[in-house]
């Protein structure tokens, strides 16, 4: 027995109603509460100086984060550095954080949201001494034409429906995301040169062309010409540059090898060793600063002995950044901080190395007469 074309279009429309109904109570529009009580947190702002401790639990990665001496610290890296205004910005975004809409308290649906118990992000804001100041469920991000217009679905522990609120930042669980990753920054201009000394003995120094000032291989050869593709610079730039991927202590990270050791020479006298072990997942890189006191005496005019003081005080402030730690930076920049001789120079120039040997062999070879040939 068939279905008449009516009964198929009252189907449809009960299926479609079906559908919109389930749409309803997932992303369903409930009105939103008054101004005066939207905020996620009402009274956070009175207590968020008293935050000492955050942390952010995912399906698979965890990160905390402690508050010492005025210093956020990341503790599944030991205690490294965070990046302090990702964590501003964390804390600012709690407290301006408001319920925009109400949405499903079902607890099947909740998943779909990113509030399941088995993908939802768990943030606790702790005081100094362990006491919970807030603690919420974080979902999935809708986001907006802007990143500030997006809104986020959240939960409150306390609470069975989700809501949608506005003003909180991306949350990542995951520590790497939260690690201050700038280790150097130095402008170019200051560098006056760069070796790389390799394991196995070869040597490497970049210098300023004394005509266009671009950085170039020392001691080119007659006929040699520097490589396209600026690598010479390239490993200048990986030096005074530098962001980390990953980080863990030096006491703690065996390498096996020797490192190639590149050393950055400022016009200033500052003095950056970089300890090198390139991989193909990361290069591994310990650094360390010092004082060039003979060049401080050359450049600096009668003013040595202060601009001596202000470059020690810079590179204890940066030996201060470096000690004990070893960094993790892309794998590239190991390649590009490790150059060997050959990958500066031009391979389509130089001279042929059998005749630089012997220099009247090739005009002993040309008086030869060709195999075959009597001789004269």
């Known amino acids: 027995m068939t279905m008449s074309q009516k009964e198929t279009t009252v189907l449809g429309f009960v299926t479609l109603l079906a559908v919109l109904w389930a749409i309803w109570v ?12 939207r905020a996620l947190f009402p009274v956070l702002d009175q207590k968020i100086d008293q935050v000492g401790r955050i942390t952010v639990t995912g399906p698979d990665n965890s990160v905390s984060m402690v508050k010492r001496d005025g210093v956020w610290q990341v503790g599944e890296r030991r205690w490294y550095p965070a ?77 069975a429906a989700s809501w949608t609120v506005s003003n909180l930042p991306r949350l990542s669980p995951d520590p790497i995301d939260w690690l201050d990753k700038d280790v150097f920054d130095m402008n170019r201009a200051r560098v006056a040169e760069l070796s790389v000394a390799h394991p196995d003995g070869e040597a490497v120094r970049i210098v300023r062309d004394a005509e266009t000032g671009d950085f170039v291989p020392a001691d080119l050869a007659e006929g040699e010409t520097v490589a396209p593709g600026g690598k010479a610079g390239a490993a200048v730039t990986a030096l005074t540059f530098i962001n980390l991927k990953d980080v863990a202590p030096a006491k703690d990270k065996r390498i096996e090898g020797e490192p190639v050791v590149v050393t950055l020479t400022a016009k200033d006298g500052l003095v950056v060793t970089a300890r090198v072990w390139p991989r193909d997942d990361a290069a ?16 600096a005019d009668g003013g040595a002995e202060a601009r001596r003081a202000e470059i020690e005080q810079e590179a204890q402030t940066l030996n201060a950044r470096w000690s004990g730690w070893i960094y993790a930076l892309p794998a590239y920049k190991g390649d590009d901080l490790t150059p060997r001789r050959d990958d500066l120079i031009d391979a389509d120039t130089g001279t042929d190395p059998d005749k630089s040997a012997d220099p009247d062999k090739g005009a002993d070879d040309a008086a030869q007469p060709d195999a075959g040939e009597p001789r004269p």
């Open 26 to 37: 997932l992303f369903g529009e409930r009105p939103a509460p008054p101004p005066s009580s």
């Open 83 to 159: 990046r302090r205004d990702q964590v501003v910005d964390l804390l600012r975004g709690i407290v301006a954080a408001e319920r925009l809409q109400e949405k499903t308290a079902d607890p099947d649906l909740l998943p779909k949201v990113g509030l399941g118990e088995e993908n939802a992000k768990l943030l606790r804001l702790l005081d100094a001494q362990g006491q919970p100041l807030a603690v919420l469920y974080v979902g999935q991000r809708e986001t907006g034409s802007v990143d500030r217009d997006s809104e986020t679905f959240v939960r409150r522990p306390e609470e």
């Open 284 to 299: 591994w890189v310990a650094l360390d600063a010092s004082v060039d006191g003979a060049r401080i005496a050359a450049e």
